[in-house]
């Protein structure tokens, strides 16, 4: 069952849901639609490696807009820091940015009950293609939570993407035991 509209708003009036800048015209039926931050990311190796912590450096997308190109991976931040308190979060893709060839998350779509923070997409794209800073890139879909939380993500001692900044964050990978 996905949250409608009304109830987004009853959660946010509770404060179980928080999304800020929250601007009512971006409430659809069942969505809420977040924006592209003005900060993209790229992964200073060619080569990652799961076991080693692999860099990142930030740019800005000017205000003529950025082209991102299919041979290299983006990380991208929503404009919207979210919480999230008693919901499973979902982020997708509009159905406008995936007629565009692009691709905001490889896997990851699914937030935790807890999670509070900027949403970095896991961005790649078909062909050559502008994006520019605050445009609608994907919306977020909330999800009611069968049971009782133990433990929420922004409570965990080894939640490592809690509180995220609105600047993309790379892969934690490397700090699991493996």
């Known amino acids: ?9 009853e959660e946010m009036d509770k404060g179980t849901i928080k999304i800020t800048p929250f ?24 080569v ?21 190109q299919p041979d290299q991976f983006y990380l991208g931040v929503t404009q919207e820091y ?8 979902f982020l997708e893709g509009k159905s406008s940015t995936g007629r565009l060839g692009i691709d905001i998350h490889a896997t990851a779509g699914k937030g935790d009950v807890g999670f509070c923070g900027n949403w970095t997409l896991e961005i790649s794209c078909k062909q050559p293609v502008r994006v520019y800073k605050f445009m609608p890139i994907g919306q977020l879909i909330y999800f009611p939570v069968e049971g ?17 900044p609105n ?3 790379e892969s934690m990978m490397w700090k699991n035991p493996f």
């Open 1 to 9: 069952m996905i949250l409608s509209d009304k109830r987004i708003l």
């Open 48 to 68: 990652l490696d799961a076991k080693k912590h692999n860099e990142i450096e930030f740019f800005e997308i000017p205000e003529e807009g950025f082209v991102l």
């Open 148 to 164: 009782e939380i133990e433990v929420k993500y922004n409570q965990k001692k080894n939640a490592k993407y809690s509180g995220q």
């Open 167 to 169: 600047k993309p964050v």
């Open 82 to 89: 979210t919480e999230t308190h008693v919901h499973v979060p």
């Open 23 to 46: 601007v009512r015209e971006q409430l659809g039926s069942n969505s809420y639609d977040v924006h592209l931050g003005s900060t993209l990311a790229v992964y200073k190796q060619r």
